[in-house]
């Protein structure tokens, strides 16, 4: 039997693929996802880059030529070095605080509030700003009309945490019937005013599906998902 595809269309020019599980602290285990955006000028947009494996280079490579390796946040970053060894012409963009973590990555420019010549036609982004954990650019692919998130909005399957770790995962509301924002997110929002300024943008964006790094994504209620999602932000 062939092996499964590696990349799963998701919309018009986006598909996904799930990496492996990746441990963070406390040895919290999480599942890892990345999508794959095709730019209307050519090429493709590598968005939260998971483990590359032989399997999702051979399908990338039926799709275009890799020109970005976006890590989304200061946290996921973990698969950048061997994304940029393997596309060495891929433009690489910091996101806020990556720079100072990662010396080792080439940065070819930032991710600011200036769109990327490149992405007008396809991708629109917001930084939310004020929080102490990570400073998170969240985009929309017009095309799909997906808004990606990172850690910002998690949901993890009932049982998928065990013993105190489920416990913790509960409290911090990530493991609730809808894919929320965690609490320890909620409570590192420093600059509430400067969160609810990107959350204007994203919420004026015509979302109709949400994706997110770590839970399944909420498909044709996008907008309403995203107000109720950050009510607490109000
Ligand atoms: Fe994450």
């Known amino acids: 039997m062939p092996n499964a595809a590696a990349l799963k269309l998701f919309g018009p020019e986006i598909w996904i693929a799930q990496g492996p599980t990746v441990t963070a602290a406390a040895s919290f285990q999480y599942p890892t996802r990345m999508a794959v955006i095709r730019l209307s000028s050519g090429g493709v947009v590598i968005w939260s880059p998971v483990a590359l494996s032989d399997a999702l280079r051979a399908e990338l490579g039926a799709l275009g030529e890799v020109r970005y390796l976006v890590p989304p946040n200061s946290l996921h970053h973990v698969f950048l070095s061997e994304w940029q060894k393997a596309y060495p012409d891929a433009k690489v963009h910091a996101p806020p605080g990556l720079r100072d973590k ?20 396809d991708l629109d982004l917001a930084i939310m700003h004020g929080n102490r954990i990570t400073i998170e650019v969240v985009f929309f692919h017009r095309k799909s009309g997906t808004v990606l998130f990172t850690d910002l909005v998690q949901q993890f399957r009932p049982g998928w945490f065990k013993g105190w770790r489920a416990v913790v995962a509960r409290l911090d509301l990530m493991t609730g019937t809808e894919p929320a924002v965690p609490r320890k997110f909620r409570l590192a929002f420093t600059d509430r005013r400067a969160a609810r300024a990107a959350l204007q943008t994203i919420l004026a964006w015509p979302a109709e599906n949400v994706l997110m790094a770590h839970g399944e994504p909420v498909l044709g209620t996008g907008r309403e998902f995203i107000r109720r999602a950050f009510r607490w932000l109000e």
């Open 102 to 121: 990662r010396k080792d990555i080439r940065f070819d420019g930032d991710l600011d509030d200036t769109s990327i010549a490149d992405w007008a036609e």
